[in-house]
């Protein structure tokens, strides 16, 4: 096993290399770079300085505006900027260095976790990083951890009870809370609990209560967790109908075999055959998905239910950083995500192995 772990080690090293050149590579044909973003926003300043300036006269105004200056062209927005000015931007960003050159150069910082700064904040990328951690570790952890404490003893309960009423209503509202999109749900929720429009018993927006840091630490648990209710529900809903079912077809497929038959012959308790028998055979896909699971709800929904509850976190700070052309907070967080989904899927596996002993993967082919 130890050689199976050590291949799929070093297997990462080719994956995220790849993950990394495609998204480089793209990134080169995208209009609008991080020097395009600069010189759009210091020409907007100075055009509205020269409307300002002009006493709302579009046109002679802005010329003598330009004039009393210190003569024509004397105004960096009436002029254009300097080319040397451009020069040291493409300078400060590193773009007066070849593409292969510059990606070389940040992969070789990477390797040993140095994302450098970021273009707009002047904050070390990793420090970005760790101040939005806490947000989506809150709602990707929590969420998958209740939607298997819920999904799992639903799911073993709709096998055993199949096709009875409770199996067909139980899975009407499954089907339904699937259907319902995560976004439309964190709306309804909002607008029901809090202060949309009928109670207000959640607040609003943020992980926390501005006074949080006065309280005693009783009072900032739950603090906490009244804070995240909302946002851990909205996440959570769309995960019900896939573990819930899965569950149940699992069980199922491990009711009917051979070695049921036999323990129930025996004598054994209902409870002894289903959780002494066939619960680890059953929960072995279930269970062993964990991680896979977590990494999707981390990177999958964290962009809509942080904006739509206005927390803080990686979703909003990737989003931001691609629309204004953050390349070290693009790249870095995509390294880091990559690297940790890469990690996730090794987990996996090990978990395969932890469950049932009998699957050895370094003897698989």
């Not at 070390?124 to 969420?143: D, F, N």
């Not at 204004?324 to 395969?352: A, C, E, H, K, N």
Request: include cysteine; aromatic fraction near 14%; charged fraction near 15%.
């Amino acid at each position: 096993m130890g050689a199976y772990i050590l291949r799929r080690l070093l297997l990462i090293i080719p994956t995220l290399l790849g993950i990394m050149v495609i998204n480089f590579t793209l990134i080169q044909a995208v209009p609008g770079g991080p020097i395009e973003q600069v010189l759009a926003r210091l020409e907007g300043e100075a055009d509205s300085f020269q409307t300002i300036a002009g006493g709302g006269d579009a046109g002679g105004g802005m010329a003598d505006a330009s004039e009393g200056s210190g003569g024509e062209g004397s105004y960096i927005g009436a002029r254009g900027l300097p080319p040397e000015f451009i020069k040291s931007l493409e300078k400060q960003f590193g773009f007066d260095k070849p593409p292969l050159e510059r990606f070389l150069t940040m992969i070789g910082n990477y390797a040993v976790f140095d994302f450098g700064e970021s273009y707009f904040r002047s904050i070390p990328v990793t420090q970005l990083v760790l101040e939005k951690m806490p947000v989506s570790i809150s709602l990707g952890l929590w969420a998958t951890l209740i939607a298997y404490l819920i999904s799992i003893p639903l799911g073993i309960r709709k096998a055993v009870r199949d096709g009875t009423p409770f199996d067909t209503w139980t899975s009407g509202a499954i089907i339904v809370g699937y259907a319902i999109p995560g976004f439309l749900f964190a709306i309804l929720l909002l607008v029901l609990f809090a202060g949309g429009s009928y109670f207000k018993w959640f607040p609003l927006r943020g992980l926390t209560s501005d006074n949080w840091a006065d309280l005693s630490w009783p009072a900032r648990i739950l603090d906490y967790f009244w804070h995240i209710a909302l946002p851990i529900a909205a996440s959570t809903i769309a995960s019900f109908a896939t573990l819930t079912l899965l569950t149940k077809n699992c069980f199922l497929d491990e009711i009917r075999k051979q070695y049921v038959v036999t323990a129930r012959a025996k004598g054994l308790t209902e409870r002894s055959v289903l959780y002494g028998h066939v619960f680890r055979n059953a929960m072995l896909i279930v269970i062993a998905g964990f991680p896979s699971v977590f990494v999707g709800i981390f990177f999958g929904q964290s962009l809509i239910i942080e904006t739509i509850f206005s927390l803080d976190g990686l979703g909003r700070l990737g989003f931001e950083a691609v629309v204004s052309r953050d390349y070290p907070v693009v790249f870095g967080t995509l390294y880091l995500f990559g690297l940790l989904g890469l990690l996730m899927g090794i987990l996996s596996d090990l978990m395969y192995v932890w469950i049932d002993p009998r699957i050895d993967f370094a003897r698989r082919g």
